[in-house]
């Protein structure tokens, strides 16, 4: 199985500022790389595809890059409602493996 | 606009089969590929396995071929079964669709059904 390790584990933030959220791949997966947001409570919602792409509707503050084993979610002038549970996913192959998650606070 | 939506048993004894199913609505089960995923406090999300558009499935070998998926076309359902279930298996069950079977996200999921494995 594909290994997914995200850093950090939880991570403090202010509204208006910029964070940068890993995840690395325990061998390459090209671009095949998914990030989730996910509220207490609720489903994981995605944001990313394979690595940059923006799904319909997700703010332009989001943004994804990277190939290979190393990747990075990037959202700019944090909003209130961007406090939440980022997760990575590779859907290079089968079994289809999560990062353990990162939490965003508010600081 | 595309809906799923989980129902079954919120409890199951050790031992037994836990059964779900996911109907879903705004689009055609006969395309795409249907994913059922759990999240538990203790292994995170953890996907379980699809069903795609011909029938075709594929589980996750870390549950030891306890996973049958299976789909109803005519009533844009499908379901899981998971045999011979233990406390570790309690969690919170999705069913969610992904476009293809690599590169896509899951790009939609249902709300999720907490299942509790007790005697």
């Known amino acids: 199985d594909i290994q997914m390790t995200q850093s950090p584990t939880s991570l403090s933030a202010s509204v208006g500022d910029r964070v940068n959220i890993t995840c690395r791949a325990s061998q390459t997966i090209y671009t095949s790389l998914n990030w989730y947001q996910q509220k207490s409570g609720r489903a994981p919602k995605a944001l990313i595809y394979a690595a940059s792409n923006l799904l319909s509707g997700v703010p332009s503050r989001f943004s994804g890059s990277g190939s290979g084993t190393d990747f990075t979610l990037t959202i700019v002038s944090l909003q209130p409602e961007d406090f939440a549970t980022y997760y990575c996913?590779?859907?290079?192959?089968?079994?289809?493996?999560f990062g353990q998650g990162t939490k965003l606070e508010i600081k | 606009q595309v809906q799923l939506q989980e129902s079954g048993p919120g409890m199951v004894k050790p031992a037994e089969t836990l059964s779900l199913t996911c109907t879903v609505s705004?689009?055609?089960?006969?395309?795409?590929?249907w994913n059922w995923i759990r999240q538990s406090p203790g292994k995170g999300l953890e996907w379980i396995g699809y069903?795609?558009?011909?029938?075709?499935?594929n589980d996750n070998p870390s549950l030891k071929s306890r996973v049958a998926i299976s789909v109803d076309t005519s009533k844009n359902q499908f379901s899981l079964k998971l045999r011979s279930v233990t406390a570790a298996d309690t969690a919170v069950y999705y069913c969610?669709?992904?476009?293809?079977?690599?590169?896509?996200?899951?790009?939609?999921w249902g709300q999720g059904a907490l299942v509790t494995v007790s005697s």
């Open positions: 969610a669709r992904a476009l293809a079977r690599y590169t896509q996200p899951f790009d939609h």
């Open positions: 996913q590779q859907s290079f192959s089968t079994p289809y493996t």
């Open positions: 069903i795609n558009y011909s029938g075709t499935t």
């Open positions: 705004g689009t055609s089960i006969s395309n795409y590929y």
